[in-house]
């Protein structure tokens, strides 16, 4: 079953912050974080495996929350690169039954 | 280079004439899928393989077929493509440890007209 995403979109001014949300039905073991560009290949940004994990690099950062089987993605003082689709991921690993949430467009404007 | 390589990138065809995607990596992973994606559907996964001779089905397996004779490869066979296929195709590649992300490809953008 696909995790919901939400929001659908979002629109910021470079600078500000934002935060995008990831929650499944299912029990989450993992959830992994990919940014798209338009026609371009997912970009992995980070994989959370634990309740309650944290992780970030440069201003980007996720939590886990295991008991709530969600996961929220935080972008802090957004670039025009930041600009693209993300999605979050889960499933078993190994790959089988890896379901990607419908993703969450993300506009940075100067 | 550590990639997963696709081909072809675009390809443009009509229905029931049957098509392969080949995929690639040289990264030695045992893990291999396919994703399709949609505007508005996201990536959706079509089969996966765990290794060699070990294959499965995704969540949207109808009217493709895989393979997976050698490690590095994972072609995907659409026998009698359709235009309701037309989409755009990531292959992907992972190894065992969990901490590790899935690779993916370039991506091909396939219309069936």
């Known amino acids: 079953q696909q995790p919901v995403q939400s929001p659908q979109a979002v629109i910021l001014r470079e600078g500000e912050d934002a935060v995008i949300n990831c929650s499944s039905s299912?029990?989450?073991?993992?959830v992994h974080w990919y940014r798209q560009k338009h026609g371009e290949a997912p970009v992995f940004l980070m994989i959370l495996l634990k309740g309650g994990e944290q992780k970030g690099h440069d201003k980007i950062s996720a939590s886990f929350n295991e008991k709530k089987q969600q996961s929220s993605l935080y972008l802090t003082a957004s670039q025009l690169s930041y600009s693209g689709t993300y999605f979050c991921?889960?499933?078993?690993?190994?790959?089988?039954?890896?379901?990607f949430g419908p993703g969450t467009r993300l506009s940075v404007l100067p | 280079e550590a990639q997963v390589t696709q081909n072809p990138r675009y390809l443009i065809t009509v229905t029931g004439k049957k098509l392969t995607v080949t995929c690639s990596q040289n990264?030695?992973?045992?893990?291999m899928s396919w994703y399709r994606q949609d505007p508005g559907l996201g990536l959706r996964q079509i089969y996966y393989s765990m290794n060699v001779e070990v294959t499965d089905k995704g969540d949207v397996p109808e009217g493709y077929k895989v393979s997976r004779k050698e490690k590095r490869n994972f072609p995907l066979i659409l026998e009698s493509p359709s235009p309701n296929q037309t989409s755009l195709y990531f292959c992907a590649s992972s190894s065992t440890d969990s901490n590790q992300p899935q690779h993916f490809g370039d991506g091909t953008r396939l219309s069936i007209l």
């Open positions: 299912k029990a989450l073991y993992s």
């Open positions: 991921g889960t499933g078993n690993w190994g790959g089988q039954n890896f379901v």
């Open positions: 990264m030695n992973h045992e893990y």
